[in-house]
């Protein structure tokens, strides 16, 4: 069983569309993440949410949208995209957001995301 | 948040012990040190955790001097299949959610 998927795991598309990226776990954990990997590698935390309330938001534009149906989904819509949205995302999980031995990330297996 | 720093990349062989230092200068009390493994194409994967000393599991070691300002992960007889980018991470016990990666260290393995 997958703890963390995503979907899609290719998302090509044309500047200015607004697009979506889904993000499961099954793990039972109560905080989720969406990380944004660029093409330097550089693996940027953009929002963090603990039982669907958003608990960090990076200075990410606006419009990234994170949202959190219930604490085992958080979904991520981008409006408008742009030339420099092109990145791997990444959904991850912690069973808490308070640090320490428990506090494991599990990641999903990314989107790769291509703006034309 | 503590900085680290790590080398860009290293390489070896298989069946050698590979050793990899993080230096993190300004690491706090309530800082725990955490590494994790990035294979190409796949999001990253916890390897070891650690507050002092060293912590061993089977996977990987972990050695933390006295001083916490540094640390070493150690990969017992690696094998093509380590070769990945590995992270190491200075997590605060009270605020983990906002956890920062570095640029990582690129190990590559060769025959």
């Known amino acids: 069983d997958t703890a963390v998927s995503q979907t899609p795991k290719y998302l090509v598309t044309q500047m200015g569309n607004d697009k979506s990226i889904k993000c499961e776990q099954n793990?039972?954990?109560?905080?989720m993440y969406w990380y944004k990997q660029d093409s330097k590698k550089f693996l940027k935390i953009m929002f963090s949410y603990n039982n669907k309330e958003l608990i960090i938001n990076e200075t990410v534009p606006n419009r990234f949208s994170p949202k959190s149906p219930d604490k085992a989904h958080l979904n991520l819509h981008i409006n408008s995209l742009e030339l420099g949205d092109s990145a791997v995302y990444f959904c991850?999980?912690?069973?808490?957001?308070?640090?320490?031995?428990?506090?494991?990330?599990?990641f999903g297996p990314g989107t790769r995301l291509t703006v034309l | 948040l503590a900085k680290t720093t790590q080398p860009i990349s290293m390489d070896s062989y298989e069946g050698q012990e590979v050793n990899i230092t993080c230096s993190h200068n300004?690491?706090?009390?309530?800082?725990?040190i955490t590494w994790y493994q990035q294979f190409p194409s796949q999001g990253p994967r916890f390897i070891i955790q650690g507050y002092k000393t060293k912590v061993t599991n089977e996977v990987a070691s972990l050695f933390i001097p006295a001083d916490r300002k540094s640390s070493t992960l150690s990969l017992p007889r690696v094998s093509l299949s380590d070769t990945a980018v590995y992270y190491c991470l200075v997590v605060s016990y009270s605020s983990a959610s906002k956890i920062i990666f570095g640029s990582g260290t690129r190990l590559s393995i060769r025959p």
């Open positions: 991850a999980s912690s069973q808490t957001w308070e640090g320490g031995p428990t506090d494991t990330q599990y």
């Open positions: 300004n690491i706090a009390t309530n800082d725990y």
């Open positions: 793990l039972g954990h109560d905080t």
